[in-house]
């Protein structure tokens, strides 16, 4: 079984950053891991991915230009940095490997438990 273990969330003022971590027991080389969100009474919503093999990314309209993806194959982590940040950012980011080059939730199958990101006005 595949676990990712997400980490870095916390409470932030508005313009602010973070950069959270998500530690992978494997990661294939075909892997496309990525980045979800979800706010109270809203969908989960996709915020960026990665294709482990060739590094091709890939952002939500709404973080393009304020947020990174990024890789560590040694230590098997993506990373995303967030810059800018946006009361709108609030909202648990789960970490998530697929195999598909998608952003809708059910094309991943293994996903990490949450973590908390608030950011205040």
């Known amino acids: 079984q595949v676990q990712l273990v997400e980490s870095g969330g916390g409470s932030v003022q508005a313009g602010g950053s973070l950069r959270l971590s998500c530690a992978a027991s494997?990661?294939?080389?075909?892997?496309?891991m990525a980045w979800f969100r979800q706010s109270p009474g809203k969908e989960r919503e996709f915020v960026a991915l990665i294709r482990w093999r060739g590094r091709n990314s890939l952002y939500a309209d709404s973080v393009k230009g304020r947020f990174t993806i990024s890789q560590d194959n040694a230590r098997n982590t993506v990373n995303l940095q967030m810059n800018s940040l946006k009361t709108e950012d609030t909202g648990i980011y789960y970490c998530?490997?697929?195999?598909?080059?998608?952003?809708?939730?059910?094309?991943?199958?293994?996903w990490g438990q949450g973590t908390q990101v608030t950011v205040a006005s």
């Open positions: 998530a490997r697929g195999s598909r080059y998608a952003t809708i939730p059910p094309e991943y199958d293994f």
């Open positions: 494997s990661i294939l080389s075909s892997s496309v």
